[in-house]
């Protein structure tokens, strides 16, 4: 089992920067893909990315491509999510994601508000 924890989220203004991090306990990071959700109010919760077990490939939504980068430390049990030119719609509840095989797990969330 992992236990997923959040953090880096805030308030930011239109075009500005942030950078999540999630760490992992419980058990090895690289036994898991791992990924970026976020969930607005009032809509369902999407993909924003993905980074496989060694960290050597990558998947954004194509409404974060270009602007947001996420990168894995599998001996820090950590994995990142740097957002740049952050719009008012990147707003939302970002949440951290361990999967293997049927195995599923979830941080609790950190919020992100981009407002001026």
């Known amino acids: 089992q992992v236990q997923l924890v959040e953090s880096g989220g805030g308030l930011v203004q239109p075009g500005g920067s942030l950078r999540l991090s999630c760490v992992a306990s419980?058990?090895?990071?690289?036994?898991?893909?791992m990924a970026w959700y976020r969930q607005a109010p009032g809509k369902e919760r999407e993909l924003v990315a993905e980074?496989?077990?060694?960290?050597?490939?990558?998947n954004y939504a194509d409404s974060v491509k270009g602007r947001f980068t996420t990168s894995r430390d599998n001996a820090k049990n950590t994995v990142w999510l740097q957002m740049t030119s952050l719009k008012p719609e990147d707003t939302a509840v970002y949440y951290c994601?361990?999967?293997?095989?049927?195995?599923?797990?979830w941080g609790q969330g950190t919020q992100v508000t981009v407002s001026s």
């Open positions: 419980g058990n090895n990071l690289n036994l898991y893909i």
């Open positions: 980074i496989t077990r060694s960290g050597g490939s990558t």
């Open positions: 994601n361990a999967r293997r095989n049927w195995q599923n797990y």
